[in-house]
């Protein structure tokens, strides 16, 4: 009966150090846990602003497009004046 019980508190000490490792464990990948998603919504936050900057490029390269091609009508407008002027010169 002896051997029993000793056989038991054994098993049942051994439970004990499980359970305190695993609740250990758990506390720590907790502790991970908060710290990644903490860190993805730093980076939905970056992708956020990445989204925004890259939508006002788009808008200021479309603006740039739009002046060049007005620049190329006023310069053939004025080369088309100069040719007349000279002709008249």
Known sequence: MDSNL?????KVLAAVDLIKELRE??????????ELEAGVQELQDDN???KVELDEAR?????????????????????GLLEQLEALG
């Open 59 to 79: 808008h200021s390269a479309a603006d740039v497009e739009m002046y060049e091609v007005k620049r190329k009508e006023i310069e053939d407008k004025v080369g």
């Open 6 to 10: 000793n056989a038991l508190e054994a």
């Open 25 to 34: 464990e758990n506390e720590r990948l907790g502790g991970r846990c908060t």
């Open 48 to 50: 956020d602003r990445l």
